[in-house]
């Protein structure tokens, strides 16, 4: 019987949510460029990996890429809230089945309490991204680690690289690797202040108590 994993926290986060729940409803949308804007069209927020690899960023105002999208053919939506919160609470109750302690983090995030699990996190984390996608339509990618912060970037790495087929263990670093990893980590902008997030930090420094994770995290979703 396998060693039960001591704490061990999951988050699991959508790929590219709002372009990713019109596909759903419209499957022709399927590898097609997606650029989702914001309420009155003013700008983008949110964009398929096709509309990505266009150089589109998020956050940029419609009227400046307006020719760059009529030019590659690139789908614009309106934003459709009601839709997307539909999804999520539908993806939300799926990932649910996963573990008994789950914390919804955000229209399209959820964090799983793995902790003293016995079973294979990696197979069971693979069949919740199978089983979000065949039931709800919605992509995922998964990052495990043991803090929710590092879960968090666990989940960046996931999306990052697809040697991971979407589900990546921080803790199965070894220890050099993790530092080399820390030190790639890019730098957040706040409120003007540059704040090099967890460049400085060592594994230890991660390991702190909520309060803390809940500050990083709310300066990680920020970029
Ligand atoms: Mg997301």
Same mark, same amino acid.
């Given at each position: ?22 596909? #759903?409803?419209?499957?022709? /949308?399927?590898? *097609?460029?997606? #650029? #989702? ?7 983008? +927020? ?7 690899? /266009? ?9 400046? &890429? ?34 008994? &302690? ?8 959820? $964090?799983?309490?793995? %902790?003293? $699990? ?19 339509? +919605?992509? #995922? ?26 589900? $990546?263990?921080?803790?199965? /670093?070894? %220890? ?9 980590? *890019? ?8 704040? %090099?997030? /967890?460049?400085?930090?060592?594994? %230890?420094?991660? &390991? ?7 500050? &990083? ?7």
């Amino acid at each position: 019987m396998p060693k039960p994993n001591q704490q061990k926290f999951a988050l699991v986060d959508c790929n590219n949510f709002y372009a990713s729940c019109e596909r #759903v409803f419209d499957p022709k /949308l399927e590898r *097609e460029p997606i #650029v #989702v804007l914001s309420n009155n069209d003013g700008c983008v +927020i949110a964009r398929s990996n096709e509309a990505k690899s /266009l150089g589109i960023k998020m956050g940029v105002p419609y009227y400046q &890429i307006k020719n760059l999208m009529i030019d590659k053919s690139v789908v614009i939506k309106s934003s459709n809230y009601p839709l997307y919160g539909d999804m999520s609470s539908r993806v939300m109750k799926v990932i649910g089945y996963y573990s008994p &302690i789950q914390e919804v983090y955000s229209i399209d995030e959820s $964090f799983l309490d793995l %902790s003293g $699990f016995t079973l294979n996190l990696n197979t069971h984390m693979q069949s919740l991204k199978v089983q979000v996608k065949s039931w709800t339509g +919605i992509p #995922v990618c998964v990052g495990m680690g043991s803090t929710k912060v590092l879960a968090k970037l666990a989940n960046r790495i996931a999306k990052k690289y697809s040697r991971f087929d979407g589900v $990546f263990d921080i803790d199965k /670093l070894p %220890s050099e690797r993790f530092e080399k990893l820390l030190d790639s980590v *890019e730098v957040v902008t706040f409120g003007g202040l540059v704040i %090099s997030l /967890l460049k400085s930090l060592s594994r %230890s420094v991660l &390991i702190l108590p909520m309060i803390f994770t809940r500050l &990083i995290l709310a300066l990680s979703k920020l970029y």
